[in-house]
């Protein structure tokens, strides 16, 4: 091996290295800088599940999908988006029928604490209604970057049909500032709270973990 091809193999073992040692310094919660972020030298938590609720929610996503595709086949397009075992369910099927049996289906997953069905009964969205959904999705999450007077990061955004679902574990002052955020973004039709409210003293019981 040359010494061209060693030098970047012991700056990956290096890397990892590092990587390890402030998973040890932060006490084991190194899973939360994926939901956190460095402000004046402190990690500041923004995404305020656990890490436990965080991987709990993902498997949802992925085990909601395939249900859903299971049941339906070409039958119907749903978007399955999972917050906090809160499962937010979106698209189009054909009938009733279908928009009922996913729901059961979806909320018989393990953890899964309530379901959210916003399912239309409605023929199958085009490719442009879902860029356009997109391209809202983004206006919007930059638009609550740009509020400053709450933390963008607290806030899943989910668009479709022109309607913006807004989730996240937020107060009452932020779901309603974030609500109307998005509401003057042009080309949203409505705005659907599928929130957990916290107190502002459950709120200030959340970590905060110092570098």
Known sequence: M?????????????????????????SGCAALLVGGAFVGGALVVTDRRSPGTQIDDQAIEIRAGSRARELLGDRGHVNTTSYNRMVLLTGEVATEGDKATVEQAVSRIENVRTVFNELAVTGISSLNSRSADALLTSKVKASLVDAKDILANVFKVVTERGTVYLMGR??????????????????????????????????????????
């Open 170 to 211: 937020v107060t009452e002052r932020e779901a309603t500032r974030a609500t109307e955020v998005a509401q003057r973004v042009p080309g949203v039709l409505k705005v659907v709270r599928v929130f957990d409210i916290l107190t502002e003293a459950e709120l200030a019981e959340l970590p905060r973990v110092s570098r």
């Open 2 to 26: 040359t010494p061209r091809t060693s030098r970047p193999l012991l700056t990956l073992v290096l890397a990892a290295s590092l990587t390890v040692s402030l998973g040890a310094a932060l």
